[in-house]
């Protein structure tokens, strides 16, 4: 899903292994966190825009119970 501003939204489920390495949140050791959130880009990089930055969750069947 691609915004006005150039920022992709990508399921973490068809993130590159290149991408993944760029992404910088602790949950990123935890495939079920990748699974569970999709992730802002731009211009092929983690996007850098305020509003952009976070990850943006689908489950929260990553966290503990």
């Known amino acids: 899903m691609k915004n006005k501003n ?3 939204l990508i399921k973490g489920i068809n993130l590159t ?3 993944k390495t760029l992404l910088k ?3 990123m050791k935890n495939p079920l ?3 569970n959130h999709s ?3 731009k ?3 983690p996007s850098t825009e ?3 930055i976070y990850p943006v969750s689908h489950s ?3 966290l503990p119970k």
């Open 6 to 8: 150039g920022n992709y």
């Open 17 to 19: 292994n290149e991408q």
């Open 25 to 27: 949140f602790n949950g």
């Open 33 to 35: 966190f990748i699974t």
């Open 39 to 41: 992730f802002w880009f």
């Open 43 to 45: 211009d092929g990089k």
């Open 50 to 52: 305020i509003g952009f």
């Open 60 to 62: 929260f069947s990553h």
